[in-house]
């Protein structure tokens, strides 16, 4: 037995096959004590060393569900927190607590995601110097979860060839080969928005970038087939109830109800939502995308909130996403 960082217990027992289940949670006198663990064959003289728990370095494979994710609070709640139509059951949070990280990757996990896609701006802001905690805790729960980022930049312009080969370098560097960083044969993936007015030289501008081995999936545009440059995946992102694009992707979202509007531009309907999740499933779309966790300015979140709590304590949404899995998927951690 060994006991590593952060308080975790390593011990190596002999079970019968068949008898052992790789994760479970211990009761007693009040406290709450969630374990893990991964089951190997018995080595012989000469065989290699096992490698990394499943939880630590195996990362899923396409098709993946995957949820956009905002860890830029508590800046974005407002002075008065009123940049929200909504009430987050956790309260108006701080991204930057673990608490709040290990409550989302359980509700994460309860909703069948296999990605996590972390808006990312720049070097050294809020979500940048967040990413690292959220990796961190992850891993340390031997969550299957993995996470990916949404590259922003090109929403506030046309980031120059340069600055994209700089940006990615810097990704990979830091976050790329991290055991909790989504990965596609071999390659760390990078989401990238677009906007409208984007076109074909978008898509060219990043293939010359991508000379440090990324997997790029970008926000599509008006006649993004033609292009001559295509990068290793297109996604939508959008107010719609669903949208779908052939084996690319298919992408959900609950609503649209930004804080700063007098009406919704796409009202909820968790009846709707459910059929939309179904189809989503049913697509087979090699990224089936859910807008979104918690962007709450836009009132587009499935985390819990005071206005659609059920008994799982998940919400009405992410209980949809739970019991319509699409197939095998692991069970949360307890939060």
């Known amino acids: 037995m060994r006991v590593g960082r952060r308080g975790r217990v390593a011990i190596a027992l002999e079970v019968a096959d068949g008898l052992a289940k790789p994760r479970g949670l211990i009761r007693a006198a009040g406290t709450r004590l969630p374990f893990s663990f991964r089951i190997t064959p018995r080595s012989s003289p000469g065989d290699p060393a096992p490698g990394p728990p499943g939880g630590e370095s195996s990362q899923p494979e396409l098709p993946v569900r995957a949820f956009f994710y905002y860890p830029w609070f508590p800046e974005t709640w407002g002075r008065l927190s009123d940049h929200t139509r909504y ?45 690292p905690a959220l990796l961190q805790e992850t891993t340390a729960l031997g969550s299957s979860l993995r996470w990916s980022v949404y590259y922003e930049p090109e929403a ?145 979140a499935v985390e819990s909130a005071q206005e659609w709590a059920s008994p799982s304590g998940y919400g009405v949404y992410l209980d949809a996403l739970h019991d319509i899995s699409g197939g095998s998927r692991p069970s949360p951690h307890a939060p």
């Not at 930004?258 to 919704?264: L, V, Y």
Request: proline share 6%.
């Open 156 to 300: 506030q312009g046309d980031p120059s060839v340069e600055q994209i080969r700089s940006d990615l370098a810097y990704l990979r560097d830091h976050f790329g080969s991290h055991p909790s960083f989504f990965r596609v044969e071999g390659k760390f993936v990078v989401f990238v928005y677009a906007t409208a007015s984007d076109g074909c030289s978008m898509a060219e501008r990043w293939r010359q970038a991508n000379s440090v081995g990324a997997h790029v999936v970008l926000k599509l545009f008006p006649g993004y087939k033609g292009c001559p440059s295509q990068p290793d995946g297109w996604h939508q992102y959008s107010a719609s109830p669903e949208t779908s694009h052939g084996r690319d992707s298919f992408t959900v979202s609950p609503g649209f109800w930004k804080w700063d509007e007098d009406n919704p531009r796409g009202a909820r309907d968790p009846d709707r939502f459910r059929q939309n999740v179904r189809n989503m499933v049913a697509s087979g779309a090699n990224y089936q995308l859910v807008i979104s966790f918690n962007e709450w300015g836009e009132g587009t």
């Open 87 to 131: 009430h987050p059951s956790l309260g108006f949070y701080n991204s930057s607590s673990g608490e709040v990280i290990r409550r989302h990757v359980s509700a994460l996990e309860y909703a069948h995601a296999e990605v996590g896609i972390s808006s990312w701006w720049k070097r050294g802001d809020h979500p940048d110097t967040r990413l």
